[in-house]
């Protein structure tokens, strides 16, 4: 095959990733005369630098040649950090182009890794790239065959590649290829945990309820073995499924940790995600370079579970301050800097003490007071400040083990998402969809109290036995109560229940 | 904080029932409630809520009545005490195991803000001088200027080998009387002080009222009864709200108004596991 000799400059789109920022990237190859060389510019990391190995090994096994000139490939705009392998097919593409193998213009965001012998790999990420291409007018996208349902469900016309054979030939228009049809979202399991089967814990349940229909945080503390986990395992039962906005953040933030499965990549469900409590401060809010997300991004739109929450390092739980505030948290690096979203329902168990059994009637406890005490006081005020939600899980007398069946989840789901359309309907056009993310400003407006709730909210006021922000919090979770109970106006026992569970004393 | 030697006529008077009274001995507080009338509430630091509510009744009683109450700051029942002197707009005297300066430095926690009430309304005591911190021997030594310090003493809850059965003694070598409060057969709290009172080394000790009779008052302020159900039901301990409805045999939903509004009200309070305590 022969080398055509031109200098033109070959452009391929592609698209690079800082968190779920995608923003495209031209892959400009030039080649010229001059000793045989091949680099690759503009801010390259180490993954992007080595593309220059296999993109010369692919391109020869695949029956190309490559140049013997010397051959420069530039990702621009040049001043912003490139990472990870996705640039491979690219610059493959651009350097055949460039040499005249391709004919054809090439339109299409190419995005791959290439094997040694040419077949493509898939990447990480698929859907914020294709995602911010399509905000960028490109609407046709050549990747991995693996990653064609990715970005299919993404809304791209995606063609799935084995090889640089087939997507040249795909280019070429020699063997166009079908695109990716739109895949079927994720099943939603069901859910391990029916609230029909864990008797007594009326109120756990309650709180359970309000955590998931407001976004409200929740800490249960009780003995061991008295159903803490189980309760926050019938949570993801309780959730409604995401909507479909909800359901491409969420995809996204999983394609970028490399969590999707490649057949069925948009969730449907609310992800629940329960780190182990050595978890690092990495693995919980995201980190390392470039920055990755970290379980609380992971759990975005649903909910974190962190069980024996005191034995978690404190450093590890203060950060989680920031996400839980904000519902996001941005990862700055000296290289680079990543924002994830990180809305989530925080649900948190405990022992009451170190030897696990204050307050049990089963077993005496064998725990100083003190030793109480710093127990407790192992977990920071601020973190307990946002802790909406404390109930008390208790061993369960016999009788109460054997007393009336409660609700299936399937009817509190139902309550649950005919309060959270209330919500949506309140929040409409903010963005924001829980009463867990009212302002304060609409907590004036929405939150309207009846004169029993009123006077209980100016007592806990008046008496210190909350602040304001508590009073806040404490009134956020009452617009939920009436919410289930589908009133407009707060009442006394929405107001009193709220404040209980925030334990104001 | 100033230093009485035994023969400063301040010098409290019954601590010279010791074989070796302290010399000097450091006071830090109001020097006059070492002259009143003084009850010696003491007990287990792994009280139970029993112990707990039995303390803190006790000393508010004696709050209540302008009765000193003495005891040794210690964790559990002490602390306890103290509390409930404090609360009831009584004084209360603590002698300490330690000196002076070294409990100020290092008592950390829900003890901590005692101190400043204390030395308000009342007096913290040592017979060590600073530097000394805290050693073992020190702490036996400390249980019998307790019981010298008061003129009835009261064991609340003792387990086995409590340091308060310490107390016990010297208080009837001294020939003080002695109290104990029974406690459930086979509590491990109650152990100590049920066998003082099976032994019949000490009274059984019933209500506040037998213990001001005791140093010669009556009640003159009772402590309110408790009438509210909610109040009543959390008599041995706190309870989360599940629990207290069921006790109570009302629907917790029901329940959480009546409950909030004795929370708003300082009368009870809910505690950092969720459940739901009397103040």
Redesign the interface.
């Known amino acids: 095959m022969a080398v055509a000799a031109t200098t033109n400059v070959a452009r391929i789109p592609s698209c690079a990733l800082w968190g779920l920022e995608a923003a495209p990237v031209t892959v400009e190859v030039d080649v010229a005369n001059g000793l045989p060389a091949f680099s690759v510019v503009g801010l390259p990391d180490a993954a992007v630098s080595e593309a220059r190995e296999r993109v010369r090994a692919a391109i020869r096994n695949s029956g190309y040649e490559f140049p013997l000139r010397r051959v420069v490939a530039n990702l621009a705009p040049a001043e912003r950090k490139k990472e990870g392998t996705g640039f491979d097919l690219a610059i493959a593409l651009g350097v055949l182009r460039a040499t005249g193998q391709v004919t054809h213009e090439v339109t299409a965001l190419c995005l791959g890794e290439l094997a040694l012998d040419g077949s493509v790999r898939p990447v990480r990420g698929v859907m914020p790239r294709v995602r911010g291409a399509l905000g960028a007018g490109v609407a046709d996208v050549v990747c991995a065959e693996e990653n064609a349902a990715e970005a299919a469900a993404a809304g791209a016309k995606a063609i799935g590649v084995a090889t640089l054979r087939s997507a040249v030939a795909h280019l070429a228009g020699e063997a166009p290829r079908a695109p990716a049809a739109v895949p079927p979202p994720a099943p939603i399991a069901r859910p391990a945990i029916d609230l029909a089967d864990i008797s007594g814990h009326e109120t756990p349940k309650r709180a359970l309820e309000i955590a998931a229909a407001g976004g409200h945080s929740l800490l249960m503390v009780g003995p061991p073995g008295t159903g803490k986990t189980l309760l926050a395992r019938a949570l993801p039962g309780l959730m409604p499924p995401l909507d479909p906005d909800e359901a491409v953040i969420a995809s996204a933030v999983h394609s970028v940790a490399g969590l999707v499965d490649p057949a069925r990549p948009l969730l449907a469900a609310r992800p629940f995600r329960s780190p182990h409590h050595t978890a690092s401060h990495l693995a919980l809010v995201g980190g390392g370079s470039p920055p990755r997300p970290g379980e609380v991004s992971l759990a975005h739109t649903g909910a974190l579970f962190l069980d024996e929450l005191p034995e978690f390092s404190r450093q590890v739980l203060d950060t989680l301050r920031e996400p839980l505030e904000e519902g996001s948290i941005t990862l700055s690096r000296a290289a680079s800097a990543a924002t994830y979203p990180a809305r989530v329902t925080l649900v948190a168990a405990m022992n009451p003490c170190p030897c696990g059994h204050a307050g049990d009637a089963a077993a005496a406890c064998t725990c100083l007071p003190d030793a109480v005490e710093r127990y407790h006081a192992r977990l920071s005020g601020p973190l307990m400040d946002r802790i909406d939600l404390r109930v008390n899980v208790p061993r369960l007398a016999y009788e109460a083990l054997r007393d009336e069946g409660s609700e299936p989840s399937r009817v509190v789901r139902e309550r649950v998402a005919a309060a959270r359309e209330r919500m949506r309907a309140r929040l409409a056009g903010t963005g924001r969809r829980t009463n867990a993310e009212l302002t304060v400003a609409e907590i004036r407006t929405h939150c309207r109290l009846d004169d029993v709730a009123d006077a209980l909210a100016r007592e806990a006021m008046r008496s210190r036995r909350l602040s304001a922000r508590g009073v806040h919090r404490a009134l956020r979770v009452a617009r939920t109560l009436a919410d289930l109970a589908g009133r407009d106006r707060i009442g006394g026992e929405d107001v009193a229940f709220a404040l209980l569970l925030r334990g104001a004393a | 904080m100033i230093a009485l030697a035994p023969t400063d006529a301040r010098y409290p008077a019954g601590l010279r029932d010791l074989s070796r009274p302290p010399d000097p001995l450091w006071v830090d507080g109001d020097m006059t409630s070492l002259e009143r009338p003084a009850v010696a509430i003491v007990g287990t ?3 139970t809520g029993y112990g707990e509510r039995v303390a803190r009744e006790l000393a508010m009683g004696c709050g209540a009545a302008g009765v000193v109450v003495v005891s040794g700051l210690a ?2 029942i002490d ?1 306890a005490a103290h509390r409930g002197a404090l609360d009831a707009g009584g004084e209360t005297v603590a002698v300490l195991g330690e000196s002076i300066p070294a409990t100020i430095g290092t008592l950390r ?3 901590r803000p005692l101190l400043p009430r204390i030395r308000e309304h009342g007096a913290l005591v040592s017979e060590f001088a600073a530097p000394l911190g805290a050693r073992p021997w020190m702490f036996a030594q400390r249980d019998a200027t307790i019981a010298a310090l008061a003129c009835v003493a009261v064991v609340v809850e003792a387990g086995e080998g409590s340091g308060a059965l310490i107390t016990a003694a010297h208080a009837r070598t001294l020939g003080r009387r002695l109290y104990a409060v029974p406690g459930p057969i086979g509590s ?1 709290a109650s152990v100590g002080t049920n066998a003082l009172i099976a032994q019949g080394l000490a009274t059984a000790l019933v209500s506040a009222d037998q213990l001001l009779r005791a140093v010669g008052q009556s009640a003159v302020v009772r402590v309110a009864p408790q009438v509210d159900p909610i109040i009543d039901a959390l008599r041995d ?7 207290l ?2 006790r109570l045999r009302l629907p ?3 329940l ?2 009546r ?3 004795l ?2 009200s ?1 009368a009870v ?8 305590a009397r103040r």
Do not use: K, N, W, Y
């Not at chain 2, 301990?237 to 629990?243: F, H, K, V």
């Open positions: 630091r792994r009280m964790q559990g602390s926690g829900r003890r491990s301990g706190p309870l989360a709200l599940d629990d409805a069921r917790a939903a029901h959480s108004l409950v909030a509004a929370v708003l300082g309070g809910t505690q950092p596991d969720g459940r739901i």
